[in-house]
């Protein structure tokens, strides 16, 4: 018998438990899934940044690139449109067309007047610019610089070149890789135009003459160089040319051995020895040693008074001491910090004096190697004081440095105390040079005057209430004054300058006997030989010249 109650049969249910680990799989999938997209999505993401910043990289490396070449364009458009001024200008002078504007240089003016008028209010300082030599080039600015340029290139900014110091230039640093041969020089080639209005008391104008107007009289010329006699004075000299000493590179200094029958001359990486007899080469000094990469120019040379020695001074900060019969070195000095601009023996040959871009000055001892004494610039004005010239008194008791800051100063030797801070150059001081009676100091600056002072309580017939004063401001370069030098009877004054022109001048009237053009770039150093009337010149044109100068009878 049936049940009342005739139910179906009932299925069991499948357990939760296992309906929810299912699910669990399931989003666990799904989620590795998503993790793994997310994962190479993020490696896309960080390969397009990698890729957007090396493009960035390379838009501002294109950019700056260009911002190069646009300014070494306007640089050298520069350039070109200020020689073909000059040219027009010359052309001008001797009866050609007048001068049109540049509407380049207008432009560039016009702005220049904005810029300061935009900074006047705001109290900006204008720049002040020293030339190739400055800062020491350049030397071309030389540097002297650069210059010294160098500059000393001191120019030419950076490693000055005396010019190089020098900064140099060019000078700035200075005038560099100029080949040794060139073709002749264009005959009567101009100096290069004045910057600004010449003052003074003494004012030469030969450099603004043009040769084809004066007398036969009063000039003198070569195949590749003339000489301008003053026409207002009566002719005392006669030039002549002896010897072209040819070089591979910047010609930055000169020097006669004390018998006058050697000229030393150094240039990059050499030092070289000519016979001034005959203008030959008698040895090339190098010292293997130094290391080989750049350049390394010789910025200053030194006969010993006996003639055995030659010290050189380079811009590795070493001054060596060498042997010149056996061509070897005897001593390598270091302590300077910076390039050596200048050296000067003791006239008894027994100390080296050395003058360097580090704002000292010091004595050596030329048996032993040894540093005897060091004078610091410590009293330093606005400017950089790097030393660019030093000189020994006749009588070996002072010593005189010109630097940078405009200034010139003396030391006792013996005791080593500073004696006098001279000040009356309007720009960085390039040259001193004592009187050989020792009673008065030359100088020569980037200001292009020469000054002579009266040294006073310190000369050697001073008095101790004499004071040091300015005899004298020789005013006639057209551009900056490189180097000075007297002849050794103290009857004329030499200098050489940045406008390829070398001038003697007469200490006692002050006045400019005649202008010589020899060269086609600066005139960075000159020297006179102490036993015969003969001097030399160096310049950037990568020549040194040997010249004659005879006084002639009055008339």
Known sequence: MSNVYN????????????????????????????????????LFKDEYEQRINSQINEIQAVQQNLYELERAHHKIRQQYEEEIQRLRRELEARGGPPVPPSPFLQQQQQQQQQQQQQAAPMGLAQPHSAGVYGGMPPAGEPPMGGYMGAAPGYAAGGKERKPNAMTPTQAAPPPQGMPPQQ????????????????????????????????????????????????PKIPRALNIEHVHTLD?????????????????????????????????????????????KNGDLYIRAVCFSPDGK???????????????????????????????????????????ILSGSGDRTVRLWSLESGKEVCKFTIEDMGPKDAGVTSVAFSPNGKLVAAASLDKMIRIWDVATGNPLQRIDGHKDSVYAVAFSPDGQSLLSGSLDKTLRIWDLGRYGVAGRSSDMVTCRSTLVGHKDFVLSVAYSPDGAWIVSGSKDRGVQFWDPRTSQTQCMLQGHKNSVISVALSPSQPVFATGSGDCRARIWSYDSLPPI
């Open 7 to 42: 139910h179906r049969q009932m299925v069991p249910a499948a357990p939760l438990s296992s309906r929810v680990t299912e699910l669990l799989d399931a989003l666990r999938g799904e989620y590795d899934s998503l993790n793994q997209e997310a994962s190479s999505m993020r």
């Open 183 to 230: 073709a002749a020089m264009v005959r009567r080639q101009s100096p290069p135009p004045a910057r600004g209005a010449a003052m003074g008391k003494a004012v030469s104008q030969l450099a603004d003459i043009d040769p084809d107007t004066v007398p036969a009289n009063l000039k003198r010329e070569g195949a590749d160089w003339f000489v301008i006699f003053n």
């Open 247 to 291: 070089h591979t590179s910047v010609v930055c200094c000169v020097k006669f051995s004390n018998d006058g029958k050697y000229l030393a001359t150094g240039c990059n990486r050499t030092t070289q020895v000519w016979s001034v007899a005959t203008g030959a080469k008698e040895c090339v000094l190098a010292d293997e040693t130094a290391a």
């Open 309 to 351: 020695y030659l010290v050189t001074g380079a811009e590795d900060k070493q001054i060596r001491i060498w042997d010149v019969a056996k061509r070897t070195i005897r001593h390598t000095l270091s302590g300077h910090d910076q390039d050596i601009y200048s050296l000067d023996f003791s006239p008894d040959g027994s100390t």
